[in-house]
């Protein structure tokens, strides 16, 4: 993923686990995204079934 596409994906206020996983802006795993969901160490919030990372939250993690 190019930098212009990471920065457009991080603008968005919510982006699921796999957009997370395949911008590879973290070099963790699928199963360690959603392991950092439930310990609430990223940011999420629940719409239905779908469980959605706050990209505020992320954005400020990674001093961006």
């Known amino acids: ?6 920065e457009e994906l991080l603008s968005k206020p919510a ?10 802006i973290l070099p963790i795993g699928r199963n360690t995204i959603y392991d950092a969901i439930s ?8 719409v239905g079934k779908k469980k959605l990372i706050l990209t505020a939250p992320l954005r400020k993690q990674l001093g961006i």
């Open 1 to 6: 993923m190019t930098k212009q596409e990471i």
């Open 15 to 24: 982006i699921t686990p796999d957009q997370l996983l395949r911008s590879q």
């Open 39 to 46: 310990s609430g160490e990223l940011a999420s919030m629940k």
